[in-house]
């Protein structure tokens, strides 16, 4: 019983060190004496506490022993400093997918780690009531089945959920299980979110985990290695504001100066920007399109705005949308009259009703007269007959004839499956840009064309540009594939590199007039097209003088810009318009 007794004595004295002493704090040996006897029921004499204090010192706790007129013994080093467990607790405190329970017992517990003295410092400290938490403490092990599902390379399903207006939780897709291959976990917003893929409709996408229910671990191995290999975590929460989906773009923000700092923060230290007269500066942003992104710019004021140049060559293009009929549909007339005006702008003529029944009996009524619209465009939101049920009643009375485009301020991932079943071709988030009407709405004309693209294509075939060699640089291996086989029937011999740097290299290292074109894609891993124009156009002789085009998705009119400020001779939107290719190979060759 004594050996027992002298073991518990060590512990019950380390418990006493950690929990009441510090450097403002300390106990002597006849005051450790007092304590062991009077609340652990332990007799003791200062000579052994002088022996425990040696060992404890031994096995590792930081003993510190003040002498001279008020001695004693306290805990010097820890494991965590007042100031850290301070920032520990206020982000417990603020962390809104936190609930207030689970605070105030992690709290608790992050007490534990200091003194008492401190501990009741750090209770004061402590302001839950009125910050907004979450009432979801599912979040906790839905972290924990996440990071455990990540580890053994399994897929999770689990049900969605949504607030309604009634301020009450509704299972998204009628309740079905969300079955996805999670691949990480990232903090956006104060909200944490899962980051997974959906093989279903073979994308990534991301969820917020407190909106996550009856989460489980599936036996089938995760899928989605592909994507997630080159993935960059980082660039992907940079890019997406508020974890909201958008269209992938480059877009140019012209800022006054001292918002410099704004969008360093928001896009990190490598942002490209460059002064733009004495007060502005220009900055070129990778960004996902959203009514998010519009937000964050319209609450910074009007010291940032989207820098957009017209081209004269863009307002011709528009005479191929000219005077083509296009019907507006929204429940809010204001909404109607400045889409209208925007089509105007265009050239488009346009005509615009209030509601989805009137827009499916004004369509019919158009198509019985042979004169059907060139393309309906709705509004998500509408009573009575919303944007989907009216792209599905306008499909099953008239056909595929119309170009249906939905119009809206919400986030329509949750709804494009839906949606494009209903008859839905291309969706358009709010607040509506000329250019962006414009590059979708053009989308749709080929049709529209006495010529079609497979007459294109036969003219193409019929160019002679044997003895040509044409570098294809493009890192999308099925665009490289139909890119060869389009160029290979003018006869032109083609090579191809798949990214920046491959082709520079090929440049640098060809021999004088082996190339005569070069059609360079602009995202690409490891050296973009931009970077590798720039190497090329910097290289001595002919070679740093080779035509390069520009062949990319990105087809607004600053990208055809910027592509022209590289060093490119033109630029190609995707997918290809044959008859532009054909000019400019007739152009270049």
């Given at each position: 019983m004594a050996s027992f007794d002298q073991k518990l004595r060590t512990l019950y004295l380390m418990e006493i060190l950690l929990e009441r002493t510090d450097d403002d704090h300390m106990l002597n040996a006849s005051e450790l004496c007092t304590i062991l006897d009077q609340e652990y029921g332990i007799s003791t004499d200062r000579r052994t506490i002088y022996t425990e204090m040696e060992i404890?010192?031994?096995?590792?706790?930081?003993?510190?022993?003040?002498?001279?007129?008020?001695?004693?013994?306290?805990?010097?080093?820890?494991?965590?400093?007042?100031?850290?467990?301070?920032?520990?607790?206020?982000?417990?405190?603020?962390?809104?997918?936190?609930?207030?329970?689970?605070?105030?017992?992690?709290?608790?517990?992050?007490?534990?780690?200091?003194?008492?003295?401190?501990?009741?410092?750090?209770?004061?400290?402590?302001?839950?009531?009125?910050?907004?938490?979450?009432?979801?403490?599912?979040?906790?092990?839905?972290?924990?089945?996440?990071?455990?599902?990540?580890?053994?390379?399994?897929?999770?399903?689990?049900?969605?959920?949504?607030?309604?207006?009634?301020?009450?939780?509704?299972?998204?897709?009628?309740?079905?299980?969300?079955?996805?291959?999670?691949?990480?976990?990232?903090?956006?917003?104060?909200?944490?979110?899962?980051?997974?893929?959906?093989?279903?409709?073979?994308?990534?996408?991301?969820?917020?985990?407190?909106?996550?229910?009856?989460?489980?671990?599936?036996?089938?191995?995760?899928?989605?290695?592909?994507?997630?290999?080159?993935?960059?975590?980082?660039?992907?929460?940079?890019?997406?504001?508020?974890?909201?989906?958008?269209?992938?773009?480059?877009?140019?923000?012209?800022?006054?100066?001292?918002?410099?700092?704004?969008?360093?923060d928001r896009f990190g230290h490598d942002v490209w920007m460059c002064p733009h007269g004495e007060d502005h500066f220009r900055a070129r942003v990778p960004v996902a399109v959203s009514s998010q992104f519009f937000g964050w710019i319209t609450g910074i004021g009007s010291g940032m705005r989207i820098y957009l140049e017209l081209q004269e060559k863009e307002k011709e293009q528009d005479e191929n949308l000219m005077n083509l009929p296009v019907l507006v549909v929204d429940d809010d007339k204001t909404c109607c009259e400045s889409t209208i005006a925007t089509l105007k702008e265009i050239g488009i003529t346009g005509e615009w009703v209030l509601s989805g029944r009137e827009a499916v009996?004004?369509?019919?009524?158009?198509?019985?007269?042979?004169?059907?619209?060139?393309?309906?465009?709705?509004?998500?939101?509408?009573?009575?007959?919303?944007?989907?049920?009216?792209?599905?009643?306008?499909?099953?009375?008239?056909?595929?004839?119309?170009?249906?485009?939905?119009?809206t301020s919400y986030e329509f991932s949750e709804i494009e499956e839906e949606a494009k079943a209903a008859g839905v071709d291309a969706f358009i988030a709010k607040p509506l840009f000329r250019s962006r009407l414009t590059a979708t709405l053009r989308q749709f004309t080929s049709g529209r064309k006495e010529n079609t693209a497979r007459n294109y294509l036969e003219k193409l075939s019929e160019a002679d540009y044997t003895g040509k060699r044409i570098l294809l640089v493009e890192d999308n291996e099925l665009n490289r594939e139909i890119g060869v086989e389009i160029l290979q029937m003018t006869g032109a011999e083609v090579e191809t590199a798949e990214n920046g740097k491959?082709?520079?290299?090929?440049?640098?290292?060809?021999?004088?007039?082996?190339?005569?074109?070069?059609?360079?894609?602009?995202q690409m891993?490891?050296?973009?097209?931009?970077?590798?124009?720039?190497?090329?156009?910097?290289?001595?002789?002919?070679?740093?003088?080779?035509?390069?085009?520009?062949?990319?998705?990105?087809?607004?009119?600053?990208?055809?810009?910027?592509?022209?400020?590289?060093?490119?001779?033109g630029h190609l939107a995707k997918p290809l318009d044959m008859n532009k290719l054909n000019d400019v190979l007739e152009n270049w060759l």
């Open positions: 404890l010192d031994k096995f590792g706790l930081d003993i510190q022993q003040k002498k001279g007129k008020c001695p004693g013994y306290y805990i010097g080093a820890r494991d965590f400093e007042l100031p850290e467990l301070k920032l520990l607790v206020d982000a417990v405190q603020s962390s809104k997918f936190i609930t207030e329970k689970k605070s105030k017992e992690l709290i608790q517990k992050l007490e534990k780690l200091c003194c008492k003295t401190d501990a009741e410092m750090l209770s004061r400290y402590v302001f839950i009531v009125n910050r907004p938490k979450t009432e979801n403490e599912t979040v906790y092990y839905n972290v924990d089945y996440i990071h455990t599902a990540i580890y053994e390379n399994k897929q999770i399903k689990f049900h969605y959920a949504e607030w309604t207006v009634k301020k009450e939780l509704k299972f998204k897709k009628n309740g079905a299980f969300y079955v996805v291959s999670p691949w990480a976990l990232t903090w956006d917003d104060e909200n944490y979110y899962l980051v997974a893929y959906d093989a279903a409709a073979g994308i990534i996408k991301h969820y917020r985990v407190d909106k996550m229910r009856d989460t489980e671990i599936m036996e089938a191995d995760r899928k989605g290695e592909a994507s997630f290999k080159n993935f960059d975590l980082a660039a992907f929460a940079k890019k997406t504001f508020g974890m909201y989906d958008g269209v992938d773009a480059e877009v140019t923000l012209e800022c006054r100066n001292e918002l410099a700092g704004v969008v360093i009996e004004r369509c019919y009524a158009r198509h019985e007269l042979k004169n059907d619209y060139f393309a309906v465009i709705l509004d998500w939101k509408m009573p009575e007959m919303d944007g989907i049920e009216t792209a599905r009643q306008i499909r099953k009375r008239i056909g595929k004839e119309i170009t249906i485009i939905v119009l491959i082709a520079v290299e090929k440049v640098e290292a060809s021999p004088k007039g082996l190339y005569d074109l070069i059609f360079m894609d602009i891993p490891v050296m973009n097209g931009y970077e590798a124009t720039a190497a090329i156009r910097s290289l001595p002789g002919e070679r740093g003088k080779l035509p390069i085009i520009a062949m990319t998705a990105n087809a607004f009119a600053e990208d055809v810009q910027l592509a022209k400020n590289t060093g490119m001779n």
